[in-house]
Structures are given as C-alpha cells and as structure tokens.
C-alpha cells in the first residue's frame, strides 16, 4: 500500500487523526441513544423485549445490508473508496447519518413506531460507511505495527461519545424534553436528533476543509473474493460479529436489568447513569490499550502513562454521572483488574483480546447467577474489558491483506449484523419463562468465541515468529 503524497521523510498525520477523532466520538454518542431509545420506545408504544430489539436490529442491520451492498459493488467492479478516496467516502457517510437524525422529526410528529424504524435504519446505512472508511482509513495512517494503538485510541473517544450520551441523552428525552407531567412522548426525540443533526454537517464541513493524505493503491485491481483466502480475515469476520453482538446486547438490557427487583429494583433516571460506567468502563480500557499496544513506549513509562490516564478518565466519568463516589468506587477494583489483564496480555493484540474475553465470560455467569450489588458490578465491570475488542479483532483480521484492505473491511462491517440479531436473540429469551438475568446466557457464546479466535491469532503470530526466526530473516 503505498500513498499518493509521498514524501522523503515521515509524514506527519497528527491533525488527520485529531480530525477522524471527533467523527468517532459522534458516531459513539449517537450510536449509544440507542440504549435510551430502548426504554422510552418500549414505555411508549407499550412493547415486548423483542418489540423493542428492532431498535437494534433496524440499526445494525443496516450495517449488514450497506456493507453487502459495498462488498458486492467491490465484487463486480472494484473497490469503491480506492476509487473516490477516504474523505469523500467519510463525507458521503456523515451527510447520510445526518439524514437519518432528521428523519427522528416526521417520526417523532407522527408518533409511528416503524417510522423510527426508518430513521435509524437510514442512520445505519451512513454510520455503515463510516465504519468501512474511517476505522480503515485511521489503520493507514502510520506503520501496521501500531494500528491496534491508533484504532484503540480513536475508539476511547468514540467510548467518550457512548458514556456522555446515557447521561445527556438521557436527560433530554426523559427529562428535559419530556412532557409537561414528566410524562414520556413522541415529541421528546425530536429536537435531540435535529441538534445531531446540525453538529454531523458541522463536522462535514470541518472534514472537508481540512487537508486529509490519500491513500490509493498502485498495484492492479482485482474483482472477486480476494479478501476471502485470508484465514485471519474469515474467522475475524465472526470475532466482529460476536463482539458487536455482545457488547450491544448487554448495553441494551441494563437498564432492564438493573430495574429487576432480584437485581437493585432502580428507576430509569438513575439506571442511565450506571449504563454510563458500562460505556465509560470501554473509554477508559481503549484510552490503556492505546498506551498499552503502542511499541515505541518503554514498559516503565507505559506503567505510569497508564496509571495517569486511568486516574483522569475516572475523574472525568465521576464528574459527568450523577452519582456519589461510594456508588462509583466499585469500579476502580475494576480498573486494577484491567491492568493485570494488561500484563497478562504482554502488550501482544491477539493474547490481550484473549484474556479479556475469558474475563466477560466470568464477569456473565456472575450476572447471571448473583443477585444485588454483585450482579450489577458484574454486568457493568464488562464494559472495561470489551474496550479493546473491536480494534484488536479488526486488525488482526484485516492484517497482510494489502490490497484487499477495504474489502475486508466491508466484510468485517457487515458482521456488525451481530448488533442487529444477538440482541433480537435475547429478547426472545428475556421476554420467555428464562426471564431477563438468564437471558445474559447469549453473550456468553459470544464472548466464548472470541476467547477462541484470540487464542488462534496468537498461536497463529508465535508460528509466524518461529519461521521467520528458522529462515534467518
């Protein structure tokens, strides 16, 4: 892959990132209003578990029909964005996303659920071209061998997104703009989304006149399913897809969750803001895992750099929910826990996904088979530990595919299709004689596998080493 400004000396890519960063942390607060959406939606049209999972399932199954639609264009004709460029593609994906905000409007008028439907189907479809785009394009800018840092720390700031938007989005649905009695109505979306809106087309313009470098490549197109004879890519196409699943899953039931009188019996306003510790818990995983992965960083200052980072993160998420610190101190058991998993997972991507996935899966069945506070620190301690999933499984399944890169990528975006069906999955069981503490048993197969494909990948890396090393290079 080589790029169509190239210099004699290093290129310096700081404010390019700096830029695709704040896209990040829109598109995560935007995405997390699904998990208010879901609870004001069902109160609303007075919905089953599974009614309210279309949420879900509209949303990100409109990852997977954008990205059948990219890769099958990519099969015929070649890859779209080696044709247009990243920036245009970016734009392309913000103006649509910001269409799907302003179709929360007519939605919210008219009071229809499958309207809403509609709306975020549409915001699917641009944050879809977002995901194939940016997550590639941020892969691209510096060496293969610090990807997993730079994504990780791109994804911290699309977690600040998803940890703000429980608290604030929250605040303005069921409080702010809510009716005159407190009461929920249709009407109360439609301003919050219109503000959304109006913020993506500023981050359009932002995007469009900044000077972004292009990254083409030079060698001869080829149609077809290159990108497919990657072993990596394949089973990390399904890693995607049961950690999206997973991840999104549990963020959806928290609030039902934690409403369980077997749990902690707490009301919406005060669930929103443990919902927060979830997302806030990835923020403060992904913003360690970019300091973590980054090679070029001494293990003595990585330890201190780390230490300093989680402090501050901490102090940011105590500052923003609305809880005391006797409520959110729990979760700094939860940080010394990521850090052993740090040192465990020696700063290598694939042993590090592993030993996080083992954790949710531990930190599950304690959900599952505690009760009060224990079941509630374990639900929440999994978003710390799902930080670094994404990033670590993306590139690990789109590494050495060189000109295959954004086909990959559009494959592994379509198994963002997890977000849309695991959850549906477990509706279906919550909404059974299973009830909704055991329905936590569906994100444990998830998380299972990834356990799986860590261990693959690293074992796959060692064999890699072993031979490089036997031929002398």
Not at 281 to 291: D, E, H, K, N, S
Not at 353 to 361: E, I, P, Q, T
């Amino acid at each position: 892959m080589s790029t169509t400004n190239t210099q004699a000396a290093r290129p310096n890519y700081t404010i390019p990132l700096i830029t695709i960063t704040l896209l990040f942390f829109m598109w995560g607060f935007i995405t997390c209003m699904n998990d208010i959406l879901i609870p004001y939606l069902k109160q609303l049209f007075k919905l089953s578990f599974f009614e309210s999972m279309l949420v879900q399932f509209c949303f990100f199954g409109a990852y997977f029909l954008g990205s059948l639609a990219y890769f099958t264009i990519s099969y015929y004709n070649g890859d779209p964005i080696n044709k247009v460029g990243y920036k245009k593609g970016i734009l392309a994906g913000i103006l649509l996303s910001a269409t799907g905000c302003a179709l929360f409007y007519p939605a919210a008028t008219f009071s229809v659920y499958g309207l809403f439907l509609g709306a975020l189907f549409v915001l699917g479809l641009g944050f879809t071209i977002l995901q194939i785009t940016a997550n590639a394009y941020v892969s691209l800018l510096g060496s293969e061998d610090s990807a997993s840092s730079r994504l990780n720390m791109t994804n911290a700031f699309n977690a600040f997104g998803t940890t703000i938007a429980p608290v604030l989005g929250g605040h303005l649905i069921f409080e702010f703009f809510a009716g005159p009695d407190g009461s929920i109505t249709a009407e109360a979306t439609r301003i919050p989304y219109l503000i959304f809106a109006g913020i993506l087309l500023l981050v359009a313009v932002l995007i469009y006149n900044v000077k972004l470098p292009s990254f083409q490549t030079e060698e001869t197109e080829e149609k077809g399913l290159g990108a497919l004879k990657f072993p990596q890519l394949k089973m990390g196409v399904l890693g995607i897809f049961c950690y999206v699943g997973g991840e999104v899953a549990v963020g959806s039931f928290i609030i039902s969750f934690l409403e369980q009188d077997s749990v902690m019996g707490l009301s919406e306003s005060v669930s929103k803001n443990y919902l927060s510790l979830y997302w806030g818990g990835a923020m403060i995983g992904r913003f360690l895992g970019a300091i973590s992965l980054n090679h070029s960083i001494s293990q003595a200052k990585k330890a201190i750099y780390m230490i300093l980072t989680a402090g501050l993160v901490f102090g940011l998420i105590f500052s923003i929910v609305d809880l005391t610190f006797s409520q959110i101190s729990f979760f700094l058991v939860f940080i010394v826990l990521n850090f052993v998993a740090f040192f465990i997972g020696k700063s290598a991507p694939a042993r590090t996904l592993a030993v996080f996935a083992a954790v949710n899966v531990l930190l599950l069945l304690s959900t599952m088979f505690s009760a009060g506070e224990m079941a509630m620190y374990s639900v929440l301690g999994m978003g710390i530990f799902n930080s670094i999933m994404f990033s670590n499984i993306y590139t690990l399944g789109i590494s050495g595919l060189g000109k295959y890169t954004s086909q990959g990528s559009s494959l592994l975006v379509m198994a963002i299709l997890g977000g849309a069906l695991v959850p549906l999955i477990q509706g279906v069981v919550a909404d059974s004689s299973v009830g909704v503490q055991k329905s936590f048993i569906v994100p444990v197969f998830c998380y299972l596998y990834i356990l799986y494909f860590g261990i693959y990948c690293s074992r796959k890396l060692k064999n890699v080493e072993h031979a490089t090393n036997a031929s002398g290079h």
